[in-house]
């Protein structure tokens, strides 16, 4: 015990000693989180929205006054029929054209439920995406107005659905905004890269300036040098997530809706991951070089898998098998559904599950791959 | 310093190949307890890679050896507890003070708080670190940085110190105290094997082997080297032996 000591109060002399490092360690990261946040998001402005009108009544008209007020839209032609319409988006004039059925307003006023039709060009997926789940809030704040309308007209407000527009295809579900739902991910992304290239390097430039073969001299145990190594590098991931948390919430007024002490246990399991990958790639390399570049090899792979950028339900069957074994997977899950739905211990807890055999997995693979005699 | 009848270390065919290349080509000769053991030979005649097997970070490819009663096949974590080791290249932390690398290695080496805290004072008094003790190590020229290593190999008072060409490149006078220090330690008790390619300094050793491309062709006290080969000193002994 008192060995695994002596490494971790070395390896924080030499971390807080080396006045290159330490500001690249957190001050990078952090404006890495206020630069992606925002240029990561999906929002998109200007979405050019063409409309065909069967209807003709003041229903129509305000539902349509609805989309030219709202900064994200564009309204530019109302076309006769479908047809024009259709030529309109094949020409890439307009990116959404929104059909008004016949009896809107009447069918809405009697039936309190009608369908609005909905085309979206979808050569961007994840653009076609965000501009569906923008339509849906406007046509849901039109909604509310017109219920409101509905019930000073008399109706008891039990007696009306809560829906009397809606649109029959839907992608994403999600009543979130692109920001709260982008950060809790790029968190996870630097705390990941940081801590991975961090560990990752460490052992190989031991080796690469000869101290680690004094250490091999000595009779210290493998599992006392791999934990000693490990502690230091927790502790930076923490402080990392700790500045990122309070960022968010100054910055971008992220809430956190769980338990803060849920997220931190669980951010110690998952940086355990992380290190052991880091420890692993390091005894396996002789320079800081290839270290770095194996490093680099598997984050991005784990990023792209991830569910970050590209949502896990649209990759391949063979690709999604191969996201439950990424590590950054289940940190992102975890980090959304805890910071943004406010999910308990038991609803995280397959993810625990999980992420605790990858630690104890990698963690003996480091200390196994670490060698005192070669 | 008192040598005994004693083998501390019994080397037995020792080899190691790196591919078809044999680095240490079947190496074998004992060491008695409390000698100061000369391992001589030119650069790349393979005295790091023996030295190496011996202190239980290389396996061999063949042979036999055992190192303070310890097997090196088997036993090369208990083999640790009994040696100090310094290595040919500067192996401590630049970014750490003196104090701090005595400490760690101290640490490391498992020796009680009070009791690194004694040694290290110990070391540095006598190797006159005094002044130097709270600088980082990066920051100290050669000779301070190789005393310094000595110190770190001799903290947890091994019974042999293997100490790989500890006084190349620095100068007469640091060289002169360095050799004051291995005397000192061998008259402590300690068993020193030191590789060198200073002739000069052959003559410090109790006895001598020296190593020409894999293989021990000479091993004897320097005295019984020198009438063998009918010469003068030992850098005539080292050149009629490469000579062949
Ligand atoms: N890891 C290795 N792989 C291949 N060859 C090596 C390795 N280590 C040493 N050698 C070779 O073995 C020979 C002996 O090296 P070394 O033991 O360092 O010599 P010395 O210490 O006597 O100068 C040299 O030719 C060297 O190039
Ligand atoms: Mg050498």
Redesign the pocket.
Known sequence: MNTIRYIIQKEFKQIFRNKGMLPLIFVLPLIQLIILSNAATFEIKNIKVGYVDFDHSSTSDGLMDKFTASTYFQVKDQFPSQQLANSAMLNGDIDVIITIPSHFERDLLKEQKVNLGLQINAIDGAAAGVTNFYIQQVVSTYNNAIRAELIQGNLPSEMLPKNLLTIPSFWYNETLNYKTFMVPGILVLIVTMITLFLSGMNIVREKEIGTLEQINVTPIKKHQFIIGKLFPFVLIGLLLLTIGLVISKVIFSIPINGSILLMYGYTIIYILVILGIGLFISNFTDTQQQAMFISWFFVVIFILMSGLFTPIESMPKWAQVLTDFNPIKYFVEVMRMVMLKGSSFQDILPQIIKTSIYAILMNGLAVWSYKKTV | MSVRDENIIEVEGLTKA??D?K??NEISFVVKRGEIFGFL???????????KMLIGISTPTSGKAKVAGFDVFTSAEDIKKNIGYMS?KFALYDDLTVRENITFFGGIYGLKRQQIKNKSNQLIEELGLEDVKNQLVGSLPLGWKQKISFSVAMLHEPKIVFL??PTGGVDPITRRQFWEMIYKAADEGTTIFV?THYMDEAEYCNRVSI?VN?KIEALDTPQKLKEQFKADNMNDVFLKLARG
């Open positions: 790196f591919g290349f680095a240490v030979g030119a650069n790349g005649a393979g005295k790091t890679t023996a030295m040919q790989d060409e590789t190593m894999g």
